[in-house]
């Protein structure tokens, strides 16, 4: 390829990105030659004014018509816009959150976590775009390498090293696992393009190879629920959650799994869609038993363990390994409401989520603890903030008004309207979401009827006041009014170019 068809693509679609690798490149320069007692805060106010030029600039590409690079290598079109636009909202509070956080000792490593943040979000970006499984792999490892440095931040904190140890290890066997489900794909067809292996699926002489097909949809799929905490490979999340900081556990627990969830949506769809089961029936209906198994598994194995948490960063642990499985429910039944109901919940994860952990945030700040007993008597030294994690622990347990209630009645109509309704798993659905009341609102009990352990009222910081009250109103704003994010996604995202080729512009 020369110097000329370099010069002639259009580079533009990767403009988000570009910004965000720009402002991690100029980040290490700057935290490389800041003086070592110098405070590395304005590294966090330079990356959030990255990632809202990014968010500019992706605002300004919805209107931009799909489009692609290297012959469909890297896409913009609709799909990656809407999850993109989730990706950055997550990113840009998380880094409001990371501003505020007391690091203590490690404070001199603060500009290591800020551009190790946008590696990783730039992981997630290239991740959503990509219809390649090279680019995916690069987007995947970006992400991952970048997360593991994160989680032991903390050089001289014990729980630190073992989170990052933990998580390298584990991340290392799923990675080995989904690159070995990869290599039988392209064994079959001698294609790394999703959609070119989407066509090679269809041939005739693919038949006689039925069991590999399945084969390597059942390894892939097994490594990459690795990245969305989904059981079997869920056990790394409770160790690392708490042994990360807290910004951390925040971006693992938002960030990661909705790049985690684009990726699978992208892969699977484009490339199990139209490929021959093993009794000739589509693939996707016959492994249906074995995602609804994952799915009902890591609802109920994340709901039931979170009973006996008193850790608060081990019991949203577990939530986030309940609420994959909730998402991934939607994937069973795979019908013509898969993606808006997998983005809106998505959204509301990310507000309600992030919400709770600007506000755990503050509380163990103040009490020294990450015990549940640290939001005693709340309600009296912050009565505003005991409601704000009020409106976050309802939403995430689907109480109505809320923005989780919206996002659950519409996978629970998901899973009932298929074309053979998935009852079961629509009911343990509905049966996890009861047993999460009782930890959920431990944490409410805690607040308003418990007597305080701490004295004197909370000290409110800005950002955490900030990033809690976008938060809160963005929950309650999409459990009355769901309309409105549903309107924009239908206005904005013509999910039509999703199975289409592009030629290179």
């Given at each position: 390829?020369?110097?000329?068809?370099?010069?002639?693509?259009?580079?533009?679609?990767?403009?988000?990105?570009?910004?965000?690798?720009?402002?991690?490149?100029?980040?290490?320069?700057l935290?490389?030659f800041?003086?070592?007692?110098?405070?590395?805060?304005?590294?966090?106010?330079?990356?959030?004014?990255?990632?809202?030029?990014?968010?500019?600039?992706?605002?300004?590409?919805?209107?931009?018509?799909?489009?692609?690079?290297?012959?469909?290598?890297?896409r913009?079109?609709s799909?990656?816009?809407?999850?993109?636009?989730?990706?950055?909202?997550?990113?840009?509070?998380?880094?409001?959150?990371?501003?505020?956080?007391?690091?203590?000792?490690?404070?001199?490593?603060?500009?290591?976590?800020?551009?190790?943040?946008?590696?990783?979000l730039?992981?997630?970006?290239?991740?959503?775009?990509?219809?390649?499984?090279?680019?995916?792999?690069?987007?995947?490892?970006?992400?991952?390498?970048?997360?593991?440095?994160?989680?032991?931040?903390?050089?001289?904190?014990?729980?630190?090293?073992?989170?990052?140890?933990?998580?390298?290890?584990?991340?290392?066997?799923?990675?080995?696992?989904?690159?070995?489900?990869?290599?039988?794909?392209?064994?079959?067809?001698?294609?790394?393009?999703?959609?070119?292996?989407?066509?090679?699926?269809?041939?005739?002489?693919?038949?006689?190879?039925?069991?590999?097909?399945?084969?390597?949809?059942?390894?892939?799929?097994?490594?990459?629920?690795?990245?969305?905490?989904?059981?079997?490979?869920?056990?790394?999340?409770?160790?690392?959650?708490?042994?990360?900081?807290?910004?951390?556990?925040?971006f693992?627990s938002?960030?990661?799994?909705?790049?985690?969830?684009?990726?699978?949506?992208?892969?699977?769809?484009?490339?199990?869609?139209?490929?021959?089961?093993?009794?000739?029936?589509?693939?996707?209906?016959?492994?249906?038993?074995?995602?609804?198994?994952l799915?009902?598994?890591?609802?109920?194995?994340?709901?039931?363990?979170?009973?006996?948490?008193?850790?608060?960063?081990?019991?949203?642990?577990?939530?986030?390994?309940?609420?994959?499985?909730?998402?991934?429910?939607?994937?069973?039944?795979?019908?013509?409401?898969?993606?808006?109901?997998?983005?809106?919940?998505?959204?509301?994860?990310?507000?309600?989520?992030?919400?709770?952990?600007?506000?755990?945030?503050?509380?163990?700040?103040?009490?020294?603890?990450?015990?549940?007993s640290?939001?005693?008597?709340?309600?009296?030294?912050?009565?505003?903030?005991?409601?704000?994690?009020?409106?976050?622990?309802?939403?995430?347990?689907?109480?109505?008004?809320?923005?989780?209630?919206?996002?659950?009645?519409?996978?629970?109509?998901?899973?009932?309207?298929?074309?053979?309704?998935?009852?079961?798993?629509?009911?343990?659905?509905?049966?996890?979401?009861?047993?999460?009341?009782?930890?959920?609102?431990?944490?409410?009990?805690?607040?308003?009827?418990?007597?305080?352990h701490?004295?004197?009222?909370?000290?409110?910081?800005?950002?955490?006041?900030?990033?809690?009250?976008?938060?809160?109103?963005?929950?309650?704003?999409?459990?009355?009014l769901?309309?409105?994010?549903?309107?924009?996604?239908?206005?904005?995202?013509?999910?039509?170019?999703?199975?289409?080729?592009?030629?290179?512009?």
């Amino acid at each position: 390829m020369d110097l000329q068809t370099l010069t002639s693509m259009n580079w533009g679609i990767m403009v988000p990105e570009f910004t965000v690798l720009g402002t991690a490149l100029l980040l290490s320069l700057l935290d490389l030659f800041m003086p070592r007692e110098k405070s590395r805060r304005i590294l966090g106010i330079l990356s959030a004014a990255g990632i809202v030029l990014a968010l500019v600039f992706l605002f300004l590409q919805f209107s931009h018509e799909p489009a692609s690079l290297f012959h469909d290598m890297y896409r913009l079109d609709s799909f990656s816009k809407a999850f993109k636009l989730i990706l950055l909202l997550g990113a840009g509070l998380i880094l409001v959150l990371a501003y505020d956080y007391k690091m203590d000792r490690e404070e001199e490593y603060r500009g290591e976590f800020y551009y190790l943040l946008l590696t990783a979000l730039l992981g997630g970006l290239i991740m959503a775009s990509s219809a390649d499984m090279i680019t995916l792999f690069i987007g995947l490892e970006l992400l991952s390498l970048s997360s593991y440095v994160m989680a032991g931040l903390r050089k001289r904190d014990k729980e630190s090293n073992e989170a990052s140890f933990k998580y390298v290890v584990t991340g290392g066997i799923s990675t080995a696992i989904t690159l070995f489900g990869m290599s039988y794909i392209f064994g079959l067809t001698g294609e790394t393009n999703l959609y070119s292996i989407g066509n090679a699926l269809r041939d005739m002489s693919i038949l006689q190879n039925q069991f590999l097909i399945a084969f390597a949809f059942i390894i892939t799929f097994a490594g990459l629920t690795f990245k969305i905490a989904s059981a079997p490979f869920h056990m790394w999340a409770p160790d690392v959650y708490q042994g990360s900081p807290l910004p951390v556990t925040a971006f693992l627990s938002v960030v990661s799994k909705t790049a985690g969830f684009a990726l699978i949506l992208r892969f699977f769809l484009l490339v199990f869609n139209s490929a021959p089961g093993i009794k000739g029936d589509p693939l996707l209906f016959q492994v249906q038993p074995y995602l609804a198994f994952l799915a009902g598994a890591t609802m109920i194995a994340g709901n039931l363990v979170a009973l006996r948490q008193r850790n608060v960063k081990r019991l949203f642990a577990y939530s986030s390994i309940a609420q994959a499985g909730y998402i991934l429910v939607p994937f069973v039944s795979v019908s013509a409401m898969l993606f808006e109901t997998t983005w809106f919940y998505l959204l509301a994860y990310l507000f309600m989520n992030i919400g709770a952990f600007a506000v755990i945030q503050e509380v163990t700040a103040h009490s020294k603890t990450h015990d549940i007993s640290g939001f005693a008597g709340l309600y009296r030294r912050s009565p505003w903030l005991a409601v704000a994690m009020t409106i976050f622990i309802l939403s995430l347990a689907g109480i109505p008004a809320t923005a989780g209630f919206i996002g659950k009645f519409g996978i629970f109509m998901n899973a009932l309207g298929a074309s053979q309704g998935h009852y079961v798993l629509a009911g343990i659905l509905v049966g996890t979401t009861v047993i999460s009341y009782f930890y959920y609102f431990n944490i409410i009990g805690q607040m308003f009827f418990r007597p305080e352990h701490q004295e004197g009222r909370l000290q409110h910081k800005k950002g955490l006041l900030l990033v809690t009250v976008v938060c809160a109103a963005a929950t309650i704003i999409l459990g009355i009014l769901p309309g409105t994010a549903l309107h924009f996604f239908y206005e904005q995202f013509q999910l039509t170019d999703f199975f289409q080729t592009m030629e290179q512009k």
